[in-house]
């Protein structure tokens, strides 16, 4: 039972991407995931990397995933 609290997990995690500009890791996107407030769980637990792995494979169409390393598809 998760709720956003402003953007959709994908979208948090396309923003964090963005600002970036490099690949990241499962556990560096969570982590910046939980340090902004980008996305916030219903239950107030932290974004696992396990979710944002997990969210990256229901979004294969945005996301390019190598050994749990995210990066953007279609990204200029």
């Known amino acids: 039972m998760e709720e956003s609290r ?6 948090a995690m396309e923003k964090i991407l963005i600002k ?3 690949s990241l ?14 996305y916030r769980r219903k239950d ?3 974004v ?3 979710q944002i792995l997990a969210r990256a494979i ?3 169409s945005r996301f ?3 050994e749990e390393i995210i990066s953007l598809k279609n990204h200029l």
């Open 6 to 11: 402003g953007a959709k997990l994908h979208e």
């Open 20 to 22: 970036s500009d490099v």
């Open 25 to 38: 890791s499962t556990t560096e996107i969570a982590d910046e995931i939980n340090a902004s407030g980008l």
């Open 44 to 46: 107030g637990i932290p």
């Open 48 to 50: 696992p990397s396990s």
């Open 58 to 60: 229901n979004y294969t």
């Open 64 to 66: 390019n995933i190598v």
